[in-house]
């Protein structure tokens, strides 16, 4: 079973998105096991207390690193070879290819951080440090649930239709899915490209790949 521990000041985040749907049904089948563990109960002072203010001033709060890196520490003792990632605006993007390549592991550690952001030395405690785009989260749980689901859709037996990892590997290769239609055949005056409806399979190939490739080359 894959495994992924998240450390975090905020654990009931991640109840609502992971009983639903793909997640929910991966958890349910034994497939992945999902801990979030709170950093507040590494702290040691008699206020739990997990930041302070930073040195040289400025504003905001930072992710003090004793407590951060006892949870680390925890989280490395319950999966000795685990692979720690820090959610950080600052981090190397986060991609499909990387899901890709934590699906080979036995599982992942995901730090998320709140306030301004952590105290730089705790970056020494982590193996990667990952963004999910140019722009600032109120802090890194949405970021590892996003790098979460990305991973566990991505499992072995977890979606039902073995094209769907094919179709994965375009979006790999920086080329976007193809356009999709369902019924009614015509919606409000639009209708459904004809070749869609032709039962001609390898021009429907064909089309969809030529459609892709546009779409890509528009977007990028
Ligand atoms: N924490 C705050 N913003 C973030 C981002 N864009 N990616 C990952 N972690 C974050």
């Not at 982590?126 to 722009?135: F, H, K, M, P, T």
Request: charged content about 25%.
């Amino acid at each position: 079973m894959f495994y992924a521990q998240i450390l975090t000041l905020f654990p009931e985040f991640f109840d609502s998105p992971l009983s639903c749907s793909i997640p929910k049904r991966a958890i349910e089948a034994g497939i992945v096991s999902v801990d979030a563990i709170q950093i507040r109960d590494f702290a040691t002072d008699k206020h739990h207390k997990v930041d302070d203010s930073p040195y040289g001033g400025g504003p905001g709060m930072l992710m003090k690193p004793e407590p951060v890196v006892a949870s680390i520490r925890a989280a490395r003792d319950r999966h000795p070879d685990t692979h720690v990632v820090m959610l950080t605006p600052s981090g190397a993007r986060f991609t499909q290819a990387k899901a890709l390549e934590f699906t080979e592991k036995s599982g992942i550690t995901l730090l998320c951080g709140r306030y301004e952001g952590f105290d730089e030395r705790i970056c020494d405690y982590v193996d990667e440090e990952l963004s999910l785009g140019d722009y600032v989260l109120s802090g890194g749980e949405p970021a590892a649930l996003c790098v979460l689901d990305a991973v566990i859709r991505l499992l072995p037996e977890v979606l039902g239709s073995p094209e769907s990892a094919v179709l994965d590997s375009f979006t790999e290769e920086g080329i976007l899915d193809w356009p999709h239609y369902t019924r009614p055949e015509m919606f409000e005056g639009k209708g459904v490209p004809e070749v869609l409806l032709s039962g001609n399979h390898a021009e429907i190939e064909k089309w969809r790949r030529a459609q892709a490739i546009k779409r890509s080359k528009k977007r990028v």
